[in-house]
């Protein structure tokens, strides 16, 4: 089971909906759901337990940037983000993402380190192909954990993914947010929106199934 499924799963839970066949669209970020006529498509999900143990983490920016994931795959996001050992960063590699035995449970070290950091660097693979709807968990997590994504040019994610959530590019680094506190309020805000189950969405995938 991918993560993608496993997390749009676990937030359809929170609503009662169980059981339910997902078709995933991993390349275009995209969940779909349907019944015998009708397809219903949603992007990302996460369950709002997520937010609540991330909501419980000691959030003292004790680091400027963070990175915890895999470095070793030889698809060139070690390079990418070398630099980034000259400031006040957390950074490390981890196997966690990776690992189906525990890939699937809340990562409170991951989650504690992004919690403490101003800056989430969110890169993908350079040597992964690119098209226009890339995407990562990455971004949503630093929002999630009130941490401005750091966006690399090396791996730009689509649009429609991003949406209007408020990034720095990896070129602008280092830099200094003046309004830090309130941007990533606002991210936040519309991370919950974008990448949580709303109640609109959740009528409709009970009314496509039949559950209301």
């Not at 937030?11 to 969940?31: S, Y």
Request: aromatic content about 14%.
């Amino acid at each position: 089971m991918l993560l993608q499924e496993f997390l749009f799963k676990e937030a359809l839970k929170e609503h009662g909906i169980e059981d339910v066949k997902l078709k995933l669209d991993h390349k275009n970020g995209q969940t779909s759901i349907r019944n015998k006529v009708e397809k219903f498509s949603l992007g990302i999900k996460y369950p709002k337990y997520f937010l609540s143990n991330i909501a419980k983490l000691d959030h003292t920016k004790k680091y400027d940037y963070c990175f915890i994931g895999s470095t070793t795959d030889g698809l060139g996001r070690s390079e990418i983000i070398e630099r980034y050992y000259q400031y006040n960063s957390k950074l490390g590699h981890s196997s966690n993402g990776r690992d189906p035995k525990i890939k699937f449970g809340f990562d409170e070290n991951y989650y504690q380190i992004m919690a403490n950091s101003k800056f989430g660097l969110a890169p993908g693979h350079p040597q992964m192909p690119k098209h226009p709807n890339r995407w990562t968990y990455r971004f949503i997590e630093a929002a999630f954990c009130r941490a401005i994504p750091v966006h690399f040019k090396e791996t730009i994610y689509g649009d429609s993914f991003i949406k209007d959530i408020f990034y720095v590019w990896d070129d602008d680094v280092p830099c200094v947010i003046d309004n830090h506190e309130e941007i990533v309020e606002e991210n936040y805000k519309k991370a919950v929106e974008y990448w949580t189950l709303q109640p609109n969405e959740v009528k409709k995938i009970k009314q496509l199934l039949k559950l209301s």
